[in-house]
C-alpha cells in the first residue's frame, strides 16, 4: 500500500482545486444517476424506524456518515478496477482520463474506510460490526481473485449493500422487524433494478469480460426475469399495514410508490430493445421514495 509521503508527494504536482474534483467525482455523490448519498439516505430512514423513546440524534448522524464513507471508499476501489472498461464506457472518469492516478484512488480508500469504521465504532459494536461487513462486501464485490462483480449474482451483492446500509441506521437504537422489513424491500428493488441498468454499458462490458445477465441472455428476457421481483415489492408494501402499525402518510405517498413500480416495469417489458432512462428513472424515483413512505408513516400524529 501507499505510504502517505507518496501520496502527499504525489498530489503535489496537481491544483488542489483539480484533485479536489477528481476525488469528488470518484465517490459519485454528486453522480445523479447513482449517487452515494443515498446509501446515507437509506441508513437514515433505517434510524427512523429504529425503537426508541428520544430519538438519538447525534448517533443517527455518526452512522449516516460512517455509511457514507464506507461507500465512498467502495465506490472507489470499484473504479481502481474498473479502469479497463471505464476507458470505453466512460472515459471521463477521474481514472481513465488521468485526472487521479491510481495511488491516489488507493490512498483514498484506505482513508475513506478507516474513518467509516471509527465513526461506527463510536456508535456501537453492531453498527461497527454492519461496517465491516459492508467494506468487506465491497472489498469482495471489486477486488481480484474473488472479484464477485464478476459473478451472475453480483445484482444481489450491491442489494445487500443497501440491505447493510438501512440495517446499519437501525443499530443506533434499537433495531425492529419493521426496519428490517424496509431494509428487505430494499434490496429485492436494487437487486431487481441492476440488471437494467447494464443494459447502458454493455459494449464495454463485453469488450472487458464482464458477462453481465443482458449479455448473457439478451435485454427482453433480462425485463422479463426482472419483472417477478417488482411485483413482489408491490405486494409486500400491500401488506406491510396488515403487519405494522403505520398513521395516514403511509398511505398517501406509498401507494404511489407502487404505482411508479409497477408502471415504470410494465413500460420496461413494452420496449425492452428501446431507451432505457425513462423506466429506469421511474423505477428509481419509487425505490427512492418508499423507505421515505415507511418513516413518515411511522411517525406518531
Sequence with gaps: MVGLKGFIRTTALQSPKRRLQ???????????????????????????LASFT??????????????????????????????QEDRINAPYRPLPSGLVTLREAYALVVVYFALSLALSF??????????????SLGIAYSVPPIRLKRMIFSYSIVGSGFFLSTL????V?????????????????????????????????????????????????????????????VGMVIIAPSIF??????????????????????????KPEGDISIPFHILQAGAFLLPLGFTVGSIAL
Excluded at 197 to 210: L, R, S, V
Aim: aromatic share 16%.
Design 245 to 270: 402499525m403505520f398513521n395516514y402518510l403511509f398511505f398517501l405517498l406509498v401507494p404511489f410508490c407502487a404505482f411508479l413500480i409497477l408502471f415504470g416495469t410494465f413500460y420496461l417489458l413494452k
Design 22 to 48: 477528481g476525488y469528488i467525482a470518484l465517490t459519485k455523490m454528486f453522480d445523479p444517476r447513482k449517487t452515494t448519498f443515498v446509501y446515507a439516505y437509506y441508513a437514515l430512514c433505517g434510524s427512523q
Design 173 to 233: 437504537a434499537i433495531p425492529t422487524f419493521k426496519a428490517l422489513y424496509l431494509a428487505s424491500i430494499i434490496f429485492l428493488m436494487v437487486t431487481g433494478l441492476l440488471p437494467i441498468k447494464d443494459f447502458e454499458t454493455m459494449e464495454g462490458d463485453k469488450a472487458a469480460g464482464i458477462r453481465t445477465l443482458p449479455l448473457r441472455i439478451g435485454r427482453r428476457r433480462t425485463a422479463k426475469i426482472m419483472a417477478p421481483t417488482s411485483f413482489i415489492v
Design 54 to 83: 428520544k430519538y438519538p440524534f447525534m448517533n443517527a448522524i455518526l452512522a449516516m456518515l460512517s455509511n457514507l464513507l464506507a461507500i465512498c471508499g467502495i465506490y472507489t476501489l470499484n473504479d481502481i478496477y474498473d479502469l
Design 122 to 135: 463510536l456508535v456501537g459494536p453492531v453498527t461497527f460490526f454492519l461496517d465491516i461487513l459492508l467494506c
Design 168 to 171: 446499519m441506521g437501525s443499530t
